[in-house]
């Protein structure tokens, strides 16, 4: 184990500790509802904003201005078409560029989540050697939940 490896499972290990060792990667809010707004658009042109929003666990707001946001870039265009005899909706469509910038922010999006993965990964392994080392026994079960045993309980 190298020593840089070694301060990582100290027992006085934190989450936080864990995800500073991951890279810069910064993705916020906007970027997550954008990027999940280009998803299900590429997987269904006619969703409606609300139906957009259910989706993707945002409010109604929120989508709305991504949308434009994606507009404004030239990532999205907005068409209409006639749902019904009396009802217009609106089709959105990803522009090549969007295509391009979806696939980009796949790429951003997958890195940060195998940072993510590798430093819950230390975490758990820093976690588990803290309870090794711990004087309180415990039983790990095949569904890898921990029953811990206190002294005095059955």
Wanted: aromatic content about 8%; charged content about 25%.
């Amino acid at each position: 184990m190298f020593k840089s490896e070694q301060s990582l499972f100290s027992p006085s290990l934190t989450a936080s500790m864990v995800f500073n060792v991951m890279s810069d990667t910064e993705i916020t809010r906007a970027d997550t509802v954008r990027f999940r707004v280009m998803r299900a658009i590429e997987a269904n042109p006619q969703i409606t904003q609300r139906e957009l929003a259910e989706q993707i666990g945002t409010s109604v707001g929120s989508v709305n201005y991504s949308i434009n946001a994606l507009v404004d870039r030239g990532l999205v265009k907005v068409e209409n078409f006639r749902a019904s005899k009396t009802k217009w909706r609106y089709l959105y469509v990803l522009t090549p560029r969007g295509f391009a910038e979806k696939a980009a922010s796949t790429h951003r999006f997958l890195q940060r989540h195998i940072e993510e993965y590798e430093a819950l990964k230390l975490e758990i392994e820093a976690l588990q050697m803290e309870l090794e080392k711990s004087d309180i026994p415990a039983e790990s079960y095949a569904d890898g939940q921990v029953k811990r045993h206190i002294p005095g309980k059955s």
